[in-house]
């Protein structure tokens, strides 16, 4: 019914850029919260960033100062801006959004997973 699709991981050095999207579709009715996750090898999954449909962002600890999330409402679409990245910032990234579909149904859905590697 509501599909995340996730792009912009790839390989950068330390200290570059990246910038991640997920885009959302299907029969959507409104969004609620949207968040990033991140899961490192034998790591548990854990929040790295999330905006609501206010617009207040919350972050993890770690990230803060270096990562922006954002939300383009008329797109259905979040966004990830990482900025100073570290090897410790190497991770399988998911975003996911909370949806309140057509069918008036309400679900947590997670996107497919982009690989973010910051090599030293």
């Known amino acids: 019914q509501v599909q995340l699709v996730e792009s912009g991981g790839g390989l950068v050095q330390a200290g570059g850029s990246l910038r991640l999207s997920c885009a959302a579709s299907g029969r959507i009715f409104s969004i609620n919260a949207m968040g990033w996750y991140r899961q490192a090898l034998g790591k548990q999954r854990e929040l790295v960033a999330s905006?609501?449909?206010?617009?207040?962002?919350n972050y993890a600890d770690s990230v803060k100062g270096r990562f922006g999330i954002a939300r383009d409402n008329a797109k259905n679409t979040v966004y990830l801006q990482m900025n100073s990245l570290k090897p410790e910032d190497t991770a399988v990234y998911y975003c996911?959004?909370?949806?309140?579909?057509?069918?008036?149904?309400?679900?947590?859905?997670w996107g497919q997973g982009t690989q973010v590697t910051v090599s030293s």
């Open positions: 905006i609501n449909s206010a617009g207040t962002a």
């Open positions: 996911n959004a909370n949806v309140d579909a057509i069918a008036r149904t309400r679900d947590s859905y």
